[in-house]
């Protein structure tokens, strides 16, 4: 073995033993991985931003025009009555069309100013041409400058309406006028905004039409030469009948200027893509990712960004999740790791579960080439390979170079001996020891060439952009080694001991292993443990970070540690964390957040009181229809800043949704204390004000509702609901109140809020019995007819009121009203006994029966209709109902009966719109009418009024022998009450005592 090859291998072994040991702690760090985590999380949360706003604009700006909808449906109705006609009768071109679209000509325009969309339309039906590509009559509206409402109306254009409306309304025509709308046969993409909600809308006859609202794909009406999205939903005339399909577009620009490519990436390397996936392959629930192991196809409907391009074929993409469950799209022309691109898709919710439309799930992907995406971990890892290499190379360089010159001296002094002759004595003259200093200064020069090789790992890390040190520490000889940026590295922290700690000074003269000792232990108070070997180190006031890791190597006795800045990456980590756990407009902690933190604090650490707030803002709808969401946003803002002022450092707080905010307040030590401080809250929202564009000034009030820990609750879900009752009740008592949780209040009224199920379950499962209470003829004394009366048969739902209560506030008085009047005549038709009295059978006056409600009870009850009465509540009384209520009692042969009459807000006026044959004198009358003069004098002028006008009169509630008497001296027509007989599930004839007390009352008078 020569000389050159035992310095130059045992110079390499060691040179590449700093390299592996360096790469080694680089990849314990896991620094690159969680770079790539990093930009996918912001990545992700651009994407899911993005697609919250085009959500909010989607939901609450172009598709809440319910109000308008019903404005329309209802002239409509009324021009179809006043011509006796029905949405089977309307043709194309016809005058009834014309006529329709005439009638409702100003609600659209008005429309159209209103809605901030592009265009609005009515298209209506034609009859039996449904499903072929024809023209139909319509009313289509363009608005030039949706942002902006002109009084004039200059902004708006009638691209399609009969030539007499457009003459009549003052309205420019568009360029591309047309008299008639073209619509493509049904299957055509460009017909599917007509018909699939009136396909829905035919399937779904009890739906309620705003619950039947499709949101339809871009489609070009051939007016302004670009696409657009629209949202459509049926119009239904009171027979159920479909008059057309009212609806909004708006541009395919104006949706894309929603999401930027931009704001991906600046360099303009992303794309956004507003998609369309079915729920094919799965639930739900599974949102709009692909699933692990599943690809997931999605249909395109508008992109921005050039990148796109690559994975867009024909229309569409798929996507996977890859092994870090990172949805991922491959291009179709080149589907290797190069090209693949990091997407995410988040869903824009648009139908709830019950919506015929629920399958179609809209969402908004994001995606950017990986190679882009992760550049800056790809980018710091190929230049740590370079530097490895190239310190390798210019190691094994130097090595050779090294071993070469130093073993020119050797071979020198080598041949001088060999010159030397054996014969010739050997003199260590002066020369000759120069010839052994000679060798010494080579051991020497290779020494330091050693040492300088040694420093190389310094070099190495100080190439890279982040601060990087390392040390070394033998535990055989007790000695430290550091490298050169090791303690400039530490310098980034607040030093523990500022006189002492110098990086340069330490640099060049390293400290022993006791002293660095001693400089650790003064971080000691300020290391958080990652996990084994893994540290961070902050100062005292976290404006910096550091981590060390630590290596152990007991075969050779030695410890290494790397300390690395990683400043940047904490604090990149903490904002996402906050932008995580924070709402973005108000800058307070989200539900998510709030309710961790809450729980924890429960669970954990529970205070002796406590108290939880649900703040509802009032009159945000109004401030964002008057003066725009802008100011609608100063409002939200003012809000939170008053819970933020008040409530800093004494609990938690958040904004949950739009208007609502919780608070939970643990620093009170009891309920007076804590009604102070609420006192204080209320003060501090009083004193938020707004100055609006138009000079007036907005005050910010919200309706409160408080519950107590632990008086009312203990658990996190309990308060909150209880919360969330108070303030229910605060927002339908008065606004602006603040009302703390009551448990009688909530037993009595908390059905109110939670009967939705019991309700739906009652009305599905017909969970309702029927109980017969007669009605007696007040001269002969005999059982002239019998009122159904309804009898719950849920606990928790045990009086019709209720049902009537729960019935309104959920939109389902159709179906209580079709179960009356079915369950009723069925369940007198089973019941034994003479059944050819009369039958009352109460109506919900606002209800209607559908024509093929009405065609089933005349082929079921044929027989029975012409002895039924239809009893309406009188405080539901309303002149357009009165017709139908009419004309119903005239196609069943029955007749008309108005209840509670003299208790409504009508009296004796109603009677003028109804051609009632009886009514009810309301039992707050009748009750003591015996001893109470005024009651007397009322019920005396509402019958006399009654008889001159041909109507009977039935007085209900007769509970006394002296009532019975009065009565029949005033002149009622019938008696009822439990006087006479309570309510029983079969037909019963009253007592005969009553009878003959009733007879001799008549005679005796």
Known sequence: MTFKVLVVVPFCIALAIQVVVCAFVLARSEMLGQMEDDAYDLFSERVASSAGYLENDMIFRWSDFEEASDQIASKIDVELAARGATASDIKAGGDLAISLVGTVSDDMLLFAQRAEVDGVFLVLANGEAEGRQDARTALYVRDSNPKVSVANRSDLLLAACPISIGRESGVALDSQWSATFPLAAEGDDRSAFYYKPLRAAEQHPDADVNDLGYWGRPVDFGWVGTSSITYSLPIKDAQGGIVGVLGVEVRLDRVESFFPYVNLNAEGEGSYLLTVTDEEGFTRDDGVEPAESVERSYEVLAATGATQSLYVEDGSFTALLDEQKRMVIDAPSDPSPDMRAAASAAEIMLYDS????????????????????????????????????????????????????????????????????????????????????????????????????????????????????????????????????????????????????????????????????????GYVPYIESEAEGRYLISGPHRAAWVRLVVVVDDERKRTYGLAEDVTQEIE????????????????????????????????????????????????????????????????????????????????????????????????????????????????????????????????????????????????????????????????????????????????????????????????????????????????AGEVAAYEALMRPLLDTIPTPDLVLALARSQSKLY??????????????????????ATLFVNSIATQRLSADDEAELVERFDGLLSRVVIEITENDYSREMAMYKEALAHRFGARLAIDDFGSGYNGETSLLDYQADYVKLDMEIVRDIDTVRDRCDIAKNLISFAHDRGIRVIAEGVETEGELRALIALGADYLQGYLLARPAPELRDIPEDIKRLIRSLVRTG
């Open 354 to 521: 019950t919506s015929p439309f629920a399958s179609e799930h809209w969402a908004l992907v994001g995606l950017e080439r990986q190679n882009d995406l992760f550049v800056a971990s790809h980018s710091l890892a190929k230049s740590l390979i370079e530097v490895f290499a190239a310190s390798l190379l210019i190691g094994l360089a130097v090595a050779a170079l090294t071993a070469w010159l130093s073993s020119s001296r050797l071979r020198h002094l080598m041949a001088e001996v060999r010159k030397t002759k054996p014969e010739q004595p050997i003199s260590f003259t002066p020369t000759g020891i120069v010839e052994v200093d000679e060798l010494s200064d080579s051991i020497a020069a290779l020494g330091a060439e050693v040492a300088l090789s040694a420093s190389r790992l310094s070099q190495i890390l100080r190439l890279s952009d982040r601060g990087i040190g390392a040390l070394e520490y033998s535990q055989e000889t007790g000695s430290i080694t550091y490298t050169d940026g090791f303690f400039s590295t530490l310098a980034v922290l607040e030093p523990p001991d500022s006189p002492r700690f110098n990086p340069r000074r330490m640099a060049e003269n390293p400290p022993s292993a006791e002293e660095f000792e001693t400089l650790m232990r």
């Open 572 to 779: 990149t980590r903490r904002r996402i964390e906050h932008e995580r756990d924070h709402d973005i407009l108000t800058g307070l902690a989200n539900r998510r957040a709030f309710e961790q933190s809450v729980k924890e604090l429960l669970d954990q650490n529970p205070p002796s009181f406590g108290a939880m707030l649900m703040l509802d803002l009032d009159n945000l709808k109004f401030i964002n229809d008057t003066y725009g969401h802008d100011w609608g946003d100063q409002y939200i803002k003012a809000a939170g800043r008053a819970v933020e002022v008040v409530f800093s450092g004494k609990g938690c707080f958040a904004r949950i949704s739009g208007d609502e905010f919780l608070v939970f307040v643990d620093a009170c030590a009891d309920r007076d204390e804590a009604e102070a401080l609420l006192g204080e809250f209320r003060r501090a929202l009083d004193a938020s004000l707004l100055e609006a564009p138009d000079g007036k000034v907005l005050k910010v009030r919200a309706s409160t509702g408080v519950a107590y820990y632990p008086s009312d609750a203990c658990e996190y879900v309990q308060l909150r609901e209880y919360a969330d009752f108070a303030m229910y009740l605060a927002k339908n008592s008065r606004k602006g109140e603040l009302i703390s949780f009551d448990r009688q209040t909530y037993e009595k009224q908390s059905i109110m809020v939670n009967g939705r199920e019991e309700l739906n379950r009652l009305l599905d499962e017909e969970l309702v019995d029927y109980h017969f209470q007669p009605i007696v003829d007040a001269r």
């Open 815 to 836: 179906r209580v009203e079709h179960m009356t009047f079915f369950g009723a005549l069925e369940a007198y038709a089973r019941c034994k006994g003479d059944r050819s």
